[in-house]
């Protein structure tokens, strides 16, 4: 049974960066792509990111690209989301995901995701 925890979420100022992290239980983390997601109010849930199994690839949101970093340890069996230069327009609840195969390779498709964290409140005023 694999559980995932978010944390480091937090209340910051446009501009200041934050790191996240993703804990995840089981001792077969490492074999499995990872992925972030978040959700602003009275949106859908929108893909930020995701991490090869490996660590080798990574993927971004354009809306993303060039301030966040994801990255992951597999020997803490953790995954990382560094977000910097953060704008209002970041402001949701953020959650990190297990990706599961499911034909071609879909790291923007929530739907190719089987376990996911609780979530953690990401808030920059302005």
């Known amino acids: 049974q694999v559980q995932l925890l978010e944390s480091g979420g937090g209340l910051v100022q446009a501009g200041d960066s934050l790191r996240l992290s993703c804990a995840a239980s089981?001792?077969?983390?490492?074999?499995?792509?990872m992925g972030w997601f978040r959700q602003a109010p009275g949106k859908e849930r929108e893909f930020v990111a995701a991490i090869s199994w490996s660590g080798g690839s990574t993927y971004y949101a354009d809306s993303v690209k060039g301030r966040f970093t994801i990255s992951r340890d597999n020997a803490k069996n953790t995954v990382y989301l560094q977000m910097n230069s953060l704008k209002p327009e970041d402001t949701a609840v953020y959650y990190c995901?297990?990706?599961?195969?499911?034909?071609?390779?879909?790291?923007?498709?929530?739907?190719?995701?089987?376990?996911w964290g609780q979530g953690t409140q990401v808030t920059v005023s302005s």
């Open positions: 995901a297990r990706y599961i195969a499911g034909g071609s390779l879909r790291y923007e498709w929530a739907e190719r995701y089987d376990i």
């Open positions: 089981g001792r077969t983390f490492s074999s499995y792509a």
